[in-house]
């Protein structure tokens, strides 16, 4: 019996003219994101796509669990396919259903008939599919409010698909089809969760992380490689750029009075986030920063930090309490990587009274005192770029 996975859009059926430019972008996530399963064949029509596989062996329950993680679709389902006749309609459904009807005491049957040339009408078709099943299956009865399955009956423009309930998609916009961003990434909580909801809003990721060995250790690198891994199970693949941070803070140590270490290594962070961030064609910052969650994060100190690149900085968790933050992490399977105990280095530097309201100007003659282009030229000689893949 040949199966297909039905995906239905979400934001982008509401696109005009160029919602075909966002629906190849959502077909080649999906076939990339596919691809390890084996090859399949994506094709759309009313606002629809049908994931096809073409190879027998592909594991269908994985590769619907596989684009339930991709952003663009609201539902999708699993589904037998079938010529558009009465009689091959309700054979399937009973054959293509009964591991499940025989398990159920109540039932209903939805049609949809899209295509209006089809002899019957939606209630006619619901009658007679629901009929056949009560034939087959003695032990049903029908329940119309709240039943325990619901049949679902599509006739559409080339075959009939019969399907059991939608499952949730991941919402959102196709991942790349609105730029690409730079996502400043520590190794906590907050910026895994900041750069998966931006990836939900159609942004191409790539990651910056800031390395300070020997303060920090490898197994903090490591942890860092794995988020992003975790990140990419919804934004695909994320090209992580590892800066070596360690002269540039301490010469902040050195030469800056100590209440403003943390406001000046977060000025020095964007400055060389942005300037990887325009070599690779990003259009924006993306941190995980939330007002006065620590005194790097008040509105005066990121009044100080936003003056240090001219791109803009998208902060999607900025309103968010750490409650809310934590059960996004939950949910995307990024929170129990965030918690382990690897320090990064915005950690090992913490003044011990940090200055919570800076006024630029302040900040400015403190940072007098350092060789910028010199600090920035030696952080980005010590640049390691490479991919991070989704885990599968």
């Known amino acids: 019996m040949k199966e297909i996975i039905l995906l239905k859009a979400g934001e982008i059926a509401l696109k005009g003219l160029n919602r075909s430019v966002f629906e190849d972008r959502l077909a080649k996530n999906c076939k990339f994101r596919l691809k390890h399963l084996g090859r399949f064949q994506i094709t759309r ?60 005491r109540t039932f ?86 900041a750069g998966h909801m931006m990836a939900k809003r159609g942004l191409e990721l790539q990651a910056v992380h800031f390395a300070a060995p ?70 924006a910052l993306v941190t995980g920063e939330s007002v006065a969650q620590v005194a790097s994060q008040t509105l005066y100190a990121l009044g100080c930090t936003d003056v240090a690149a001219e791109l803009p900085v998208l902060r999607p968790v900025i309103g968010m309490d750490k409650n809310e933050i934590i059960a996004v992490a939950r949910r995307i399977g990024t929170f129990e990587t965030s918690i382990l105990p690897y320090e990064d280095c915005c950690t090992v530097f913490t003044p011990r009274h940090p200055r919570t309201r800076p006024k630029l100007r302040e900040v400015l003659r403190a940072e007098e005192r350092l060789d910028e282009e010199a600090l920035l030229a030696d952080a980005l000689s010590k640049v390691e770029s490479f991919y991070t893949y989704p885990e599968d």
Do not use: W
């Open 214 to 283: 020997p303060y920090t250790s490898e197994y903090a690198r490591q942890k860092v490689i794995t988020l992003c891994r975790e990140v990419g199970r919804y934004a695909g693949r994320i090209k992580l750029h590892v800066v070596g941070f360690t002269h540039v803070q301490e010469q902040i140590r050195d030469l800056c009075p100590e209440e403003y270490f943390t406001i000046i290594m977060r000025r020095y962070m964007m400055k060389i986030a942005e300037r990887i961030a325009r070599e690779e064609g990003c259009g």
């Open 45 to 104: 029509a009313q606002s629809t796509m049908y994931c096809e596989p073409l190879d027998e062996d592909i594991d269908i329950d994985e590769a619907v669990e596989t684009l339930q993680t991709v952003f663009g679709f609201s539902k999708m389902s699993r589904a037998c396919v079938v010529e558009k006749d009465m009689d091959a309609i309700k054979a399937a459904a009973a054959e293509y259903l009964e591991p499940v009807l025989r398990d159920c």
């Open 108 to 193: 209903k049957v939805e049609a949809k008939r899209s295509d209006k040339a089809f002899p019957l009408k939606s209630p006619a078709i619901c009658a007679e599919v629901g009929g056949y099943l009560l034939s087959r299956f003695p032990h049903l009865r029908v329940d119309v409010h709240q039943p325990d399955f619901t049949v679902y009956v599509e006739i559409r423009d080339k075959n009939a698909y019969i399907h059991g309930p939608q499952l949730d998609g991941a919402g959102g916009m196709p991942v790349g089809s609105s730029g690409r961003a730079m996502l400043l990434i520590s190794g906590g909580i907050d910026s895994p969760v």
